[in-house]
């Protein structure tokens, strides 16, 4: 199959299924400068599906840069009031919005922690209504990948630029299932598949998740009653329109009790971080919150994320991927969340999302509270599974149930 044939394939199943575009509905498609070929055909899929308007917002990896090199503190903690303004009227209009990820994993490295911590906390602040919504799923939302040649670059820094560049696309291709087939059919197979597993999960309820593997990670995670484990394929929106938040994804996920984990977890993959990598970290967490940590690349950047707020000291999901998956078995390092996530079992510092409390996109952020659910102005999901971690769940009246063997589903 052409390229251009399976770029066509792959912007159609996003604008089906990850967006899954309504007629007259309007598109906010979110994306590198560099991914603008990408883009042109994920326009084109948009209209084609009755999109009533489309919307794309543009970043360039080299003029952030010079923003946070050359820009004062001051100016980097300002968020202009039509920038808000402009998101509240895309959620308020029913906008789906589509992100494509792939920049400069390195991007911002080498430059000053204070200023892009600055930031991240006044964009957190500002854009606060965006975010709760996104993750109430009032709207549809879909984060997918295009290769840039500086990411391209650091997944495979033996290959010239454009070797990389088409390795790259060749593993996206594959690890979002666009091939030979029916990808909007075999898209549609593997969310019942993990809708199969959430459904198990959800009859279970089970009261703790203890972590364990040969890498030192020995965590123990409580989970709040009427907690509900989601498919990232099986999501609904306010007005119960289906959509996929994540292309690709092999998860089902859940939230943890704020003030009910304890121990060490070690991360197994390297993270991307507002342009930075932190890597071969470990946690310790105790009665909810992290009490130590260390990191061998980054802990300059890990200290600021877990000092953003007091919620980023604690866990917001808990999220199960087995170990031999598609994405796993690239045997790829892709330095880019939305892969990297779905290669490994993962937790997430920071908020937690409300649809994983029943009824909980109804509820208060005081009532969440109060029901166990985690508050933060971030969400940073971290990597911890490899092929030697199990995972047992306990039930309320104490049977322990086997979850996860080395790295994979139990049963």
Not at 85 to 101: K, P, W
Request: glycine share 6%.
């Amino acid at each position: 199959m052409e390229f251009k044939e399976k770029l066509k394939k792959y912007s159609e199943t996003i604008i089906k299924i990850g967006a899954n575009v309504q007629k007259g509905q309007m598109v906010i498609i979110r994306a590198n400068i560099e991914a603008k070929d990408f883009v042109r055909s994920l326009t084109e899929e948009a209209y084609k599906a009755g999109a009533g308007d489309v919307d794309v917002i543009w970043r360039d990896d080299i003029v952030t840069r010079r923003k946070f090199e050359y820009a004062s503190i001051e100016t980097l903690s300002e968020v202009k009031k039509w920038t808000v303004d402009q998101y509240t009227d895309y959620i308020d209009s029913n906008a789906v919005f589509i992100s494509v990820v792939g920049n400069d994993p390195n991007n911002l490295d080498g430059l000053d922690i204070e200023k892009i911590k600055a930031s991240s906390i006044a964009n957190s602040k500002a854009m606060k209504y965006f975010s709760t919504s996104l993750m109430s799923d009032k709207n549809s939302w879909c984060v997918v990948g295009a290769p840039t040649p500086a990411w391209a670059k650091v997944v495979f820094p033996e290959l010239t630029e454009k070797e990389a560049v088409e390795k790259l696309w060749e593993l996206i291709f594959y690890t979002t299932r666009i091939g030979e087939g029916d990808s909007i059919k075999g898209w549609k197979e593997h969310i019942n598949e993990l809708s199969r597993r959430a459904k198990y999960l959800n009859e279970k309820q089970f009261k703790y998740l203890k972590y364990s593997s040969k890498k030192g990670t020995n965590l123990t995670i409580e989970l709040p009653k009427n907690h509900v484990w989601n498919a990232a394929g099986s999501g609904f929106n306010s007005k119960g329109i289906s959509f996929t938040a994540n292309m690709p994804t092999e998860e089902v996920f859940t939230l943890p009790h704020k003030d009910g984990i304890n121990g060490v977890v070690y991360s197994t993959k390297a993270l991307n971080y507002n342009g930075n990598i932190i890597d071969e970290f470990k946690l310790e967490f105790k009665n909810g919150k992290v009490v130590s940590y260390e990191a061998k690349k980054g802990y300059e950047v890990l200290k600021s994320l877990l000092e953003t707020d007091e919620g980023a000291l604690s866990l917001g999901e808990v999220a199960l991927v087995p170990f031999d998956s598609p994405i796993s078995n690239t045997n790829t390092m892709f330095f880019e969340t939305l892969y990297d996530e779905n290669a490994s079992c993962h937790l997430a510092l920071g908020r937690a999302y409300p649809t994983c409390l029943k009824d909980g996109e109804k509820m208060t952020e005081e009532e969440l509270k109060e029901r166990g659910a985690n508050d933060s102005l971030v969400h940073v999901d971290f990597m911890v599974g490899d092929e030697t971690l199990n995972i047992v769940g306990i039930t309320e009246s104490g049977e322990e149930v086997p979850v996860f063997t080395n790295g994979n589903w139990s049963n």
